[in-house]
């Protein structure tokens, strides 16, 4: 079966710009969570959804936002974008919300210039 | 809020064995979990330790001990494909949150 899908793989945008991102889950799953990988920082949760609700946010600014669909589709939304935000945003789906394993995406590389 | 302490790096050689482990502070957690990265690649699952113990997966072992707040993956008979970054998690069961380790960046030489 088909793996997560995001889109784009690479993105290039200036400051105080916004950027929207997408995360198509393994077919069935309904558990979407989105992370921010910098060389820095690791792997920081950023929330999670499941069947359309939001269950979990991290900390992280108001700036950053998503939305699950009926399909289990997801998006992410980047308001105001700051130099520090550059970074690889990773999708990754599980059937259930509390399943530890997570199916990751190739994710999206994010350059705010 | 959780911590996860990993090794920054490791090198090893080829056919070698070797152990990355993960320290950690956290107020309950339903298991700690192993992701495999390479460069420019997504986080693929390796194993998860529900339970204290040892769970084997062919040349991969994890080992997790929640009295001594510790975990550790195994890595036997090394091939240069393993190079990659490795990555401890736990799911809180207090607020239901991911949290990964900064990772362990794993080389490994001929």
């Known amino acids: 079966k088909a793996g997560v899908t995001q889109t784009p793989r690479y993105l290039i945008k200036t400051r105080g710009q916004q950027v929207t991102l997408s995360c198509s889950p393994i077919?069935?799953?309904?558990?979407v969570s989105w992370y921010q990988q910098t060389p820095g920082q690791g792997l920081q949760f950023l929330f999670e959804?499941?069947?359309?609700?939001?269950?979990n946010k991290g900390n992280f600014p108001g700036r950053f936002s998503g939305r699950q669909f009926s399909n289990s589709r997801s998006e992410m939304n980047v308001s105001t974008l700051e130099l520090g935000d550059s970074a690889l945003y990773l999708c990754a789906s599980s059937f259930r919300d509390r399943n530890t394993e997570a199916f990751f995406g190739q994710g999206t590389r994010l350059t705010v210039v | 809020g959780q911590s996860l302490e990993q090794p920054s790096e490791v090198t090893a050689v080829e056919g070698a064995i070797v152990q990355i482990n993960c320290t950690y502070q956290t107020s309950g957690f339903y298991g700690l979990s192993w992701y495999q990265q390479h460069d420019g690649g997504a986080p693929t699952f390796l194993s998860y330790?529900?339970?204290?113990g040892l769970e084997e997966t062919g040349r991969f072992s994890s080992f997790l001990s929640r009295s001594d707040s510790y975990g550790y993956l195994l890595l036997q008979e090394l091939q240069m494909k393993d190079s990659a970054s490795y990555f401890c998690?736990?799911?809180?069961?207090?607020?239901?949150?991911?949290?990964f380790g900064s990772g362990t960046k794993l080389n490994v030489k001929p």
């Open positions: 077919s069935g799953h309904r558990s």
């Open positions: 959804y499941f069947s359309e609700t939001q269950r």
């Open positions: 330790n529900a339970l204290d």
């Open positions: 998690a736990v799911r809180d069961n207090n607020f239901n949150k991911f949290y």
